[in-house]
């Protein structure tokens, strides 16, 4: 049972170039977020789905976007980078329920 | 969601026991208190929650005043393992809107010195 998985773990980028940061889970939840993190901060929710088909914005949603075709993959999208996206961006999954999160590695992403 | 405020820092001596306080002091009928920590560079691991009564699992223990405006996180006997930042979030439960936004605040650094 791999949990919650995401891939790239590291990825540096260009200003104005684009890229899929994947998540994917394997305990059928249908709760999927992403979050990022900048030093010395805490999590902040970027966007969210509560299940295929449904998603919606977070805390901090502008220069990303997301989409949910199946319950096992959240990907999420930087169109066009920028320096201000340089974070470490987790993904989360939880079932029905409590607020039980399972969260993802990380994938670090620097944009030069 | 009510406000949560926790220590920035906390030291902890190896096998003691680490208490952890949280303030909520807005706190509503229906919230649930939940613990997440985060080890560096890893991602946040859920630790445990209850709603007004004391909670134990194999992790730690969770303690919450009558009142319920406060509570303590209470992890028994610290290894180095158990550095890390710790958070307390309040979160409401049985809605909709409950769906999974957890509102992390900075949290507490617990060091666990040997």
């Known amino acids: 049972n791999a949990g ?18 994947q998540c994917a889970q394997d305990m059928n939840h ?45 990907p999420l999208r930087l169109l066009s980078a ?15 329920g409590k607020n039980i999160q399972y969260f993802g590695a990380g994938t670090r992403l620097s944009v030069l | 969601d009510a406000k ?3 220590p920035t820092s906390m030291d902890c001596a ?14 509503s009928g229906n919230e649930y208190v939940y613990w997440y920590r985060q080890i560096h560079s890893q991602g946040p691991q859920y630790i445990i929650h209850g709603l ?4 134990t699992n194999e992790m730690a223990s969770l303690i919450i005043t009558e009142d319920r405006k406060s ?22 439960e049985g809605t909709t809107d409950s769906w999974g936004k957890l ?7 617990v060091v666990v010195t040997p």
């Open chain 2, 52 to 55: 007004k009564n004391n909670e």
């Open chain 1, 30 to 74: 249908e709760y999927m977020s992403w979050y990022r993190q900048d030093p010395g901060m805490g999590l902040r929710l970027i966007h969210y789905s509560v299940g295929a088909g449904i998603t919606d914005q977070g805390e901090v949603p502008n220069g990303y976007n997301v989409s949910r075709s199946t319950t096992e993959d959240f």
């Open chain 2, 4 to 6: 949560t405020t926790q």
């Open chain 2, 71 to 92: 509570s303590t996180l209470i992890l028994p006997h610290a290894t180095l393992r158990d550095t890390a930042v710790y958070y307390c979030i309040v979160r409401v």
């Open chain 2, 14 to 27: 190896e096998g003691r026991a680490a208490n952890l306080p949280c303030n909520h002091s807005t706190i």
């Open chain 1, 82 to 96: 920028a320096p201000s996206q340089t974070s470490v961006y987790f993904c989360a999954s939880k079932g029905q």
């Open chain 1, 4 to 21: 919650v998985t995401q891939t790239p773990k590291f990825q540096v980028l260009k200003t104005g170039q684009s890229m899929t940061l």
């Open chain 2, 103 to 109: 509102q992390f605040g900075a949290g507490t650094q």
